[in-house]
């Protein structure tokens, strides 16, 4: 099942007020669509008790061969990536539009989103704590996937007529596969990446934001019955407008509004979930040991022990994106002259998303709502997270509400670059390629809040994720070159 798809029984989506219409007809026009191409993309054989998709598989593998290949990078790199993004080693001469840690923070306000809540609250609902186990396992090692494709994405992004660079996936398929002696082949998988992340934007990178965003914001200010219960278009149209304030500057543009977002939401998050386990500090080392002893030994999760994996690495994947190459679209815009120092900034990418939000939000739910012998009972999604942080001061829901309404407003900003630059490939970096998307992504993120179209976001889902069969299998052709790039860089360094 894709991932909008299981959200949506999370957050249903805002209706259209007669049911039908339009929307309805776009819907039942697309639903066969989706639903064949989702079976493709999520096609699952059964493990056990359990469904294992074969395309978080190929994320996986990915993620433990270059670990491997990489010699644990995301551990020997880790510090060095955070002296780059405090800025020891910048130099604003260097060629790129931005900083290491605005990079850093457009491709986190990509990933950081309503998932991080949601995500890991289904996961625990279904497997019980020791999913969050594995999930973190998962994110681990996503590092080492974000960290080839994000200095692949730095060393063959091209510079634009206007000045700005464009990189990302199409590029370093493109160009790394023609230096590779297969043109061709590096051509037609860059354009199908290309298509895939233009059209994928549009759904899980902007409707189904604002419509969350929208369904979060009412559900705080009277629900249904409030001002806003039957106003999607005024909200939609209100959030088109800030999303179009900021994308129509570019990337620095975006770049200066997460440097600023990014730190403030994850901060407030971690707070009010910091005071959540603090007040539940009792329960604190239980619910460590529930979660490693659920990671081999879980009771009641259906497949055992094996479905509790499953379910913890699927999560993740859907969580970090690593090996999806989205990140890559933001982190090519940096200032440096050193690709390898980019991905060693990306490799932070997952830590702070997987690692650090999502345990943070399984710890929360462990030590307050979560109920083992109740699991089938138990609200999941974000109404388990918020009934979680509820239990302890009873107003956090309309924080929380907040943090929401941000993850998805950064969410959508970045995927609208992510889905320019897609644009860019297929079509030309030209003004008019520009005015064009950014036009027709401001409209859906309005369309999100008005009307269903869950057979679209379905279908834009299962394209994001067909973006992994691509990018991938580029990462495995181009990794030896990476790895020399690194040997040559710590050499470098090392000499200095």
Known sequence: MSAAALLGGVFPLALAADGGGLDAAINDFVAPIARRFSEVVFFAVPVGRSELQLIVVWLVI???????????ISFRGFGYALRLVRGDFSDPDDPGEVSHFQALATAVSGTVGVGNIAHVAIAISIGGPGAAFWLVVAGLLAMSSKFVECTLGVKYRVENPDGSVSG?????????LSRLGLPRLGRAMAIYYAFCIVVGCLGVGCMFQSNQAYVQFVK???????FLG???????????????AVIIGGIKSIARVTQTIVPFMALLYISLALVVILANYDRLPGALVSIV????SPEGAQGGAIGVLILGF?????????GIGSASIAHA????KEPITEGLVALLEPFIDTVIVCSITALVITVTVWDPNAQEAAISGVEMTSDAFASV????????ALVVVLFAFSTMISWAYYGLQGFFYLFGPSDLSRRVFNTVFCFFVFVGCTIQLQAVLDFSDAMVFAMALANVLALYLLAPEVKRDLEEFWSRRAGA
């Not at 002893?293 to 081999?296: D, L, Q, S, V």
């Not at 815009?333 to 440096?336: F, I, L």
């Open 333 to 336: 815009a940096v200032k440096t």
């Open 314 to 322: 699927r999560r993740a994947a859907f969580s970090n994106e690593g």
């Open 293 to 296: 002893t659920g990671a081999f």
């Open 220 to 226: 705080v200010t009277g629900g249904e019955a409030g």
């Open 230 to 244: 039957d106003k999607g278009w005024l909200f939609g149209l209100a959030m088109a407008i800030l999303v179009g």
């Open 393 to 400: 001061v009873s107003w956090f829901p309309y924080p929380l």
């Open 62 to 72: 990915g993620a433990v061969f270059f670990t491997l290949y990489f010699r644990f």
């Open 168 to 176: 990302g996936p199409m590029f370093y398929i493109d160009r790394g």
